[in-house]
């Protein structure tokens, strides 16, 4: 069963505007999300996580929201830039620290 | 953030046989654990190997198809046993940072086809 879903395989956005990823999970034993990025041929970046006690979590560019009454987080870029152009991965911890990942969300970011 | 070396960075094998995986960490880490990522799909965990105790598999992965080595706090291997062409993944290893789990940072992977 697929406890963390990211329903969007792609999205496309222009240089300068916001993106707005999305990831929804099943399990309220969640307690850790983590979003990370990855270009091909390379392994997955560490890019911003938020802990289930909190509903915000900004690093310069980078937001994450997160609604636990909806088991939704969302991953804000703005303003985008060609070079995040990547598969973004959203991520789970469960309470054996153990990470569950969702598909993935291909951004695309053109001037 | 620890820096994660991973060898071979691609392979193709032939079906039957074995290929080991190693991942070289430049800290001493408690925890590493082994990926896979088949083609199109995303990450899915295959074992967490911690130092100084037998590696512990996912549901759906067994010891006698990938063996694990953790020798010491920086390497560990992980051999792909008899491959056949569903083996076909990228293989990443990663490592926990700090004395957390929850953020892992991973190697650049092991691209393995299998014909």
């Known amino acids: 069963d697929q406890q963390v879903k990211q329903n969007s395989p792609s999205l496309s956005v222009q240089e300068g505007r916001i993106s707005i990823l999305n990831c929804d999970y099943t399990?309220?034993?969640?307690?850790?999300f983590l979003w990370y990025k990855k270009y091909p041929a390379e392994g997955p970046t560490f890019l911003i996580s938020i802990s289930s006690i909190k509903d915000k979590n900004e690093d310069g560019r980078f937001t994450v929201f997160l609604n636990k009454s909806a088991k939704h987080l969302s991953l804000h870029i703005v303003p985008s830039q060609p070079g995040d152009s990547a598969v973004y991965f959203c991520?789970?911890?469960?309470?054996?620290?153990?990470?569950?990942f969702g598909a993935g969300t291909r951004l695309a970011v053109h001037p | 953030s620890a820096v994660i070396s991973q060898k071979p960075s691609r392979d193709i094998c032939q079906r039957g046989t074995s290929l080991t995986i190693q991942c070289q960490v430049d800290s001493q880490v408690t925890m590493m654990f082994w990926y896979r990522q088949q083609p199109g799909q995303s990450l899915t965990l295959i074992a967490t190997a911690n130092q100084g105790s037998e590696a512990t598999y996912e549901s759906g992965f067994v010891i006698d198809k990938f063996p694990i080595s953790r020798p010491n706090l920086t390497f560990s291997t992980l051999t792909v046993s008899n491959m056949s062409p569903e083996d076909s993944s990228i293989y990443l290893c990663?490592?926990?940072?700090?004395?957390?789990?929850?953020?892992?940072?991973f190697g650049p992977g092991t691209r393995l086809t299998v014909t």
């Open positions: 991520a789970a911890s469960n309470i054996q620290n153990k990470l569950i």
């Open positions: 399990n309220s034993m969640f307690d850790y």
């Open positions: 990663s490592v926990a940072s700090g004395g957390s789990s929850y953020e892992q940072y």
